[in-house]
Each structure stands twice: as C-alpha cells, then as structure tokens.
C-alpha cells in the first residue's frame, strides 16, 4: 500500500493573506510544515499542492517537491488534481497552516486503511474533545458529531448538539482538517457538485456526507497552533521558542 501526504496551500487567505510564507523561526510556515510531516517518515513521498508560483518556488528551493494545480473552491479539489496522475493508494491531506502536526496522529489515520480489510472506508479524519465555552462557541472551529461508530454524522461551525437538556453531559469535539482518503474516493469527490449545506457552513467534508458516504472520525489529544489569524501565528512562534 503506497501512501503519500499532500499539503494544499494557497497563497491568498480571506482572513489571513499570505500567511504560509511568514516566517516561523528561520523558516516559512509551508516550509516548516513540509519538512516536519516529512520527517515523520510515514509517507512514500510528501508533495506541496499551489496554485502559487511563490509557494511552488519556495517548496523547490528547499528541496522539496511541489505540484502547480490550477485555483479551486477547497483544499482536497487542489489535491485531487495534483494526485491524479501519482501513483499511490492513500492520501493523507496535511493542512499547509498546521506546521506542527506530530506523528501519532497521522499513524492512527493510516491504521484505519491498514484494519479496513473489507475497504469499505473512504475517508477517515481527526477530532479533538473541547472544553473551553469560548472555543465551543467560535464558528473558527468546526464542530463534528458521531454515531456510536464513530463516522461522522455531521459538520457545523454552530454548537452542535445543542445542549437544551442541562442535567445531561455532553462533550463536543472540534474536526482537525486532516484527511486520509483512499484515492479513488478522492478522485470522486472532485467530481461532485457542491451542494446547499457545504455551500452554507464552507466546509468541505460535509460533501461526503450530501452523497451518502462514510467519515470515520478518529480523536486525537495532540494540541497544535492552525494559524489563521497574526494572533495565532505570534502563538506558533511562542510554542516554537
């Protein structure tokens, strides 16, 4: 079973432009994050997916590899057309603006494929147990809940549940935006249409779930730094001092 890591990374971001080429102690947000999946050593091969000739040009000079794609609406439409011609079985999607993603995480995604005999999973993700009221409430962190098997029932930057009975506890995960998908089923997707809910919340994964297929979640207690805004790239460089 061959797999690859991909990292999309755009250069305009609506909240934060240019934000994977600020500088995270000697090196760029892509760099750091490139170098530190592939340092993992989990992956075949590591690829960064622009549409960014600095982005492109970055990646390269570091040595490392870099796909050119044309501009898409998500991150996994850009992957898709980079791995259409690799060769490979899985395709980890790594976030280009989460530089320090560690290596357990990543091993339990491709676990999933490795237990997956029957292979009837066709994209499998992470989520993370939130306990602050003020991260439950930020429409920043999307929200996931599960069926007693863990696939994803479904994505929201609302509060979901809602918590109308009081007396009863409930815990509330955040989706990290890491994906594993087998490639065929990432080929898929870019072949369907948006539909109303992922037009609505923006968020990708729940086009999955509008055609009827599966999202095993898997929780993770790895804390990382997404950088979206300058606050949280001023809290990446702290974590890296």
Do not use: W
Not at 16 to 21: E, T, V, W, Y
Not at 35 to 53: C, H, I, K, M, P
Not at 89 to 118: S, T
Not at 139 to 155: E, H, M, Q, R, S
């Amino acid at each position: 079973m061959k797999i690859i890591a991909v990292i999309p990374a755009r250069y305009e971001a609506s909240r934060f432009p240019a934000k994977l080429m600020q500088m995270l102690g000697e090196k760029t947000v892509i760099t750091t994050t490139y170098q530190n999946v592939l340092e993992t050593g989990l992956f075949n091969e590591v690829f960064v997916a622009t549409d960014s000739e600095i982005i492109f040009d970055e990646i390269i000079k570091s040595g490392g590899k870099a796909v050119m794609t044309g501009q898409h609406e998500t991150g996994s439409d850009r992957i898709a057309e980079a791995v259409k011609n690799i060769d490979c079985d899985i395709v980890i999607n790594v976030q280009g603006d989460e530089p320090f993603l560690k290596l357990e995480p990543l091993k339990q995604l491709i676990e999933v494929f490795k237990e997956d005999h029957n292979q009837e999973i066709s994209l499998a993700s992470l989520k993370l147990k939130l306990i602050d009221k003020e991260e439950i409430e930020s429409p920043n962190n999307v929200k996931v809940i599960t069926d007693n098997n863990g696939f994803a029932l479904y994505f929201s930057r609302s509060v979901i549940p809602f918590h109308r009975e009081i007396s009863y506890h409930v815990d509330y995960f955040k989706h990290i935006g890491v994906y594993a998908f087998r490639k065929h089923a990432l080929i898929q997707f870019s072949q369907l249409d948006m539909k109303p809910l992922e037009i609505s919340e923006k968020i990708e994964c729940i086009r999955y779930l509008e055609y009827g297929m599966k999202i095993k979640m898997i929780e993770t207690h790895f804390v990382g730094v997404g950088i979206d805004t300058p606050e949280d790239l001023e809290r990446a460089r702290e974590l890296l001092r």
